[in-house]
């Protein structure tokens, strides 16, 4: 027997000096020796399940470590080793139940917590597995690993801070560990901080070069910091990396996106979907691709079909909204319907924690004081929404208003600087959750909350929808109703909300005395100087529009062919930046000729900078407004260079802005009443060059002088509105 045991015990050592070297199969060999020898031998079977795991055969391992156990139960490797059998196995309950005995026998054993982590992460049950990963690491001092599983996880539940401490833990075990860097990056990226999220990912691609998710996230910190260049670079070697990993070329989309290359950009996000069909994101962003195109019918399929995929997709949701907003005949009470729709699926499930207004009905009225007023922008730039705001917002604080401002963005400009000036706090929240940003909001307690963004970009719905402020209000940034049941007003005026359609907005309307908004122009008068229309001195009539592609429609296409047609000498300015992508010019050229609209007698014009913008917009005579969806920074900016804007009013929101703008301004005789009287009306002030330039002389000074640029003006009115909606009933 002596002899028997001396055999067997040299035997268990070549099989694990095999083992530990990775030879394997010569592992196995001697195990199975043992086990004839044998059967009994616990050791042996369990070693041998551990080749079939490593092997990448967990269903043969089970049964050879469940028959150690049989003979020995309380060795804590063999339950740990079972666990990562049978969560190889996807038999996650079970793993879970494993791995937990090999820590009750061993509470100290680090490897057995981290496995239990793994398996509880698997299992969707991610505080748990969190609570195992710090375990782990706390049992095994310099456990990289276990710290950054950690980091993952939390990353997952949304708590960013905890999840960016256990990246930076595992990388001061490990400063060398690849992925550790690479996820602290895109952590990094997802806060809005790219110049940190540059330096890590940079990190990463010194160890690994080819490191396809560092390079696409790269790509995007490098677009965050407007290098485009290094950006392409970067995605470019991302997808050369991993040719077939969709999210590579979704990146490679999204730097061409942002370049106006849209044609390039699409080709991108079909190459995504052939790899990938089921990537939401790829068509959702295809469909951002076509609204820029002016493909209507393509952007709304692209988002259904994202939504399809992942209902949860509360952007793209919005979208589909705000894309019901352009089609032809659309109404008021359309509308409200779609952005209902994104409430019912967003906002119905946060209704229960909603701020409850302070003051009940009957109550005394609250004592006097300064109003606090929160404004929730990614706009506080030279941005349409920050232009219409900031004269008012600079005058608030004169009429004892109290300004908190919650920046979701990066980027800071001179009109940045302004709102700052203006804030008694201001409280950068770009990159923060919802939630995160709801719960800042409750806790500084402002009697109002107002959004400069609706459900446009930078929009940030579901904090509104969680309602942190007793009342809420829309203002300036989005063009329609919200939709929120959350949301308590709308700041309009008389032009955009006529009475009697009150009934076709969720919020109450409060109505200002005349414009909702108080515009801030560009440049000063030496930078663009007034100009006479171009027909004046015997120039073709050159008509304009610089309205974004999705505004326009084969209803305008017919109502320009029509004009063009009557004034077979004159012309036509397209500028818009979509206009920069070549393959977007032809595709708009096609369908000009289509619509009986020569090519030659059209000049497409891109992405230019502000003051050339001006200048284009004073190079034509006559400014042509797209409908149902009005222009509304493109008319203020052609009207402040005194071209008039023909337009043609709808009952939605969208469709009246220049008509409020031109009825407060005093400019008459642009305000059709259907296409043929906007035919007309282009017509007879492209055929009077005096008029126009009349017109020219004076329309600045009265924009200028008058309401609509009057900040002070609307802040009193705003003040009074927003004081009368905080007051007890």
């Not at 156990?69 to 190889?88: E, F, P, T």
């Not at 980027?411 to 302004?418: I, L, N, P, Y």
């Not at 006529?498 to 801030?520: Q, S, W």
């Amino acid at each position: 027997m002596t002899v028997v045991m001396a055999t067997i015990q040299e035997a268990m050592a070549a099989a694990l000096a095999h083992h530990q070297a990775g030879r394997l199969a010569e592992a196995a060999a001697l195990y199975h020796a043992v086990l004839d020898a044998l059967p009994g031998h616990a050791d042996a079977a369990h070693l041998l399940g551990v080749v079939h795991l490593q092997s990448g055969q967990p269903e043969r391992a089970v049964p050879l470590i469940r028959g150690a156990i049989q003979h020995n139960h309380r060795v804590a490797d063999y339950h740990d080793n079972l666990g990562s059998a049978l969560k190889a196995l996807g038999r996650l309950e079970e793993a879970v139940a494993a791995h937990r005995q090999a820590v009750r026998l061993r509470p100290e054993f680090a490897q057995a917590l981290y496995n239990l982590g793994n398996a509880l992460e698997a299992h969707g049950r991610l505080e748990e597995a969190a609570t195992a990963f710090r375990q782990a690491a706390a049992r095994r001092p310099g456990y990289a690993r276990a710290r950054f599983n950690l980091g993952n996880v939390l990353a997952a539940l949304g708590r960013r801070a905890e999840a960016d401490d256990a990246y930076r833990a595992a990388l001061a075990d490990d400063p060398g560990f690849v992925e550790a860097h690479a996820n602290r990056g895109a952590l990094l990226l997802a806060l809005d901080r790219p110049r940190e999220a540059a330096a890590d990912l940079a990190r990463a691609l010194a160890l690994r070069p080819d490191h396809a998710p560092a390079l696409s996230n790269l790509a995007a910190a490098r677009l965050a910091l407007g290098d485009r260049d290094g950006a392409e670079r970067a995605a470019r070697h991302a997808v050369s990396a991993r040719p077939d990993l969709a999210e590579c070329l979704l990146r490679l989309g999204e730097v061409r996106q942002r370049a106006d290359r849209l044609g390039a950009a699409a080709d991108a996000y079909g190459a995504a979907l052939a790899w990938n069909p089921a990537l939401a994101e790829a068509h959702a962003n295809l469909a951002l691709v076509r609204q820029g195109q002016g493909l209507l019918d393509a952007a709304e399929a692209g988002n259904r079909r994202a939504l399809r995929i992942d209902p949860s997709l509360a952007d793209v949701r919005s979208n589909l909204a705000y894309l019901r907003l352009f089609r032809p005949g659309v109404t008021a009470a359309a509308a409200l319907e779609a952005h209902r729709g994104w409430d019912a699926v967003h906002g119905a499930p946060h209704r229960g924690r909603w701020v409850k207004p302070r003051a009940k009905p009957g109550a005394a009225p609250a004592a006097t004081g300064p109003l606090t007023v929160a404004i929730l922008s990614g706009d506080f730039r030279r941005h349409p929404a920050g232009l219409f705001a900031v004269r008012t917002v600079e005058a608030l604080p004169g009429r004892d208003v109290r300004l908190l401002l919650y920046a979701n963005q990066t980027e800071a400009d001179d009109v940045t600087a302004r709102f700052r000036r203006a804030a008694a706090r201001w409280t950068p929240v770009a990159g923060l959750t919802d939630e995160e940003v709801a719960a800042r909001i409750r806790h500084d307690r402002p009697d109002v909350l107002i959004d400069l963004a609706g459900h446009n970009a930078r929009g940030r719905p579901g904090v509104f929808a969680r309602k942190p402020a007793p009342l809420q209000v829309a203002w300036a940034g989005y063009m329609a109703t919200t939709g929120l049941a959350a949301m308590d007003a709308l700041v309009a005026d008389h032009h955009h909300v006529p009475d009697g359609m009150e009934a076709f907005y969720g919020e109450r309307v409060l109505r200002m005395p005349d414009a909702f908004i108080a515009y801030d122009p560009p440049g000063d008068d030496g930078e663009l100087p007034l100009t006479p229309p171009p027909s004046l001195s015997g120039a073709p009539v050159t008509f304009g529009s610089f309205n974004i592609l999705t505004k326009l429609n084969d209803d305008v296409l017919a109502a320009w062919a029509a004009i063009l047609r009557r004034m077979p000498d004159s012309r036509l300015l397209m500028k818009t930046k979509a206009l920069s992508c070549p393959v977007t010019a032809e595709l708009w050229r096609g369908r000009l000729a289509a619509a009986g609209i020569a090519p030659d007698r059209v000049t497409m014009v891109g992405a230019t900078g502000s003051l050339e913008h001006m200048r284009r917009c004073a190079s034509v005579d006559v400014a042509l407004d797209p409908f149902p969806f009005s222009g509304s920074t493109t008319t203020l900016e052609t009207m402040w260079m005194g071209v008039p804007v023909v337009t043609l009013p709808g009952e939605t929101f969208s469709s009246r802005h220049s008509l409020a703008f031109l009825t407060v301004a005093g400019v008459e005789g642009c305000v059709a009443a259907d296409p043929a009287d906007y035919v007309e009306r282009a017509i007879a002030w492209a055929s009077a060059p005096r008029r126009l330039a009349e017109l020219r002389r004076s329309l600045r000074s009265r924009m200028a002088g008058g309401p609509l640029c009057d900040g002070e003006r609307l802040a009193a009115a705003l003040a009074g509105e927003l004081r009368a909606l905080t007051a007890p009933h």
